[in-house]
Each structure stands twice: as structure tokens, then as C-alpha cells.
């Protein structure tokens, strides 16, 4: 089973910065990427930033300049620095890994996600 431990999140004034980080747990064989993604009350989950093992990013166009996403390969741990906030950041941000197990038969891929961070960015 693997587990992703996200923290960072809070309150915090428009212009202001926060950083973001996510643990992934377990019997990890490897991660092929890593993101983040948000989601707004009422509103459907979109993604941030995302993360390759190879260290190619993405952006959404909303935070591009803005946000930078990093990677601590042997923590497996991604990191979400979070410069500017605006209001329109407010929003649960969960982490999201795909990622191959190793086990006894064998390894399997999967797709999972943390318990999400409440990120509030006041005006």
C-alpha cells in the first residue's frame, strides 16, 4: 500500500507564499510522476503543476510564473512552491502520485492520491 502525507497548507494574505509538500510512502518500485491538483468548492478538480521522474514539468496556465513544482527523489517527496497567492488560489490541494509497487507476485502500477491541504488565500 503506499501513502501520501501532504502539509504546508493554511491561511495566508494575498501576495503571500506558501510551499507545499507531499511524502509518498511504502513499497514503491518507482514513481513515474508526481502533481498537484486543486479543487474549489462547487468546481471540478484541475490540475496544477505536475512532475516527471525524468524532471519535466507542466504548468496550468492560471499559475504559470507563479508556482514552481521540485522533487526530492530519494525523500519521494514533490514540493509545491506557491509565490503571489491570489484569491482564485483558495482551494483543497491533493497530491497525486503514479507509481509502480513492488510485491510478492510481482509489481503493479497505480494511480494515488493524498488527503488534500486546504490552501485560503484572503483578499
Known amino acids: 500500500q503506499v501513502q501520501l502525507v501532504e502539509s504546508g497548507g493554511g491561511l495566508v494574505q494575498a501576495g503571500g507564499s506558501l510551499r507545499l509538500s507531499c511524502a509518498a510512502s511504502g513499497s514503491i518500485f518507482s514513481i513515474n510522476a508526481m502533481a498537484w491538483y486543486r479543487q474549489a468548492p462547487g468546481k471540478q478538480r484541475e490540475l496544477v503543476a505536475g512532475?516527471?521522474?525524468?524532471?519535466?514539468?507542466n504548468y496550468a496556465d492560471s499559475v504559470k510564473g507563479r508556482f514552481n513544482i521540485s522533487r526530492d527523489s530519494a525523500k519521494n517527496t514533490v514540493y509545491l512552491q506557491m509565490n503571489s497567492l491570489k484569491p482564485e488560489d483558495t482551494g483543497a490541494y491533493y497530491c497525486?502520485?503514479?507509481?509502480?509497487?513492488?510485491?510478492?507476485?510481482?509489481?503493479?502500477?497505480?494511480?494515488?492520491w493524498g488527503q488534500g491541504t486546504q490552501v485560503t488565500v484572503s483578499s
Open positions: 497525486n502520485a503514479e507509481l509502480v509497487l513492488s510485491g510478492y507476485y510481482g509489481n503493479s502500477y497505480g494511480t494515488y
Open positions: 512532475i516527471t521522474s525524468g524532471g519535466s514539468t
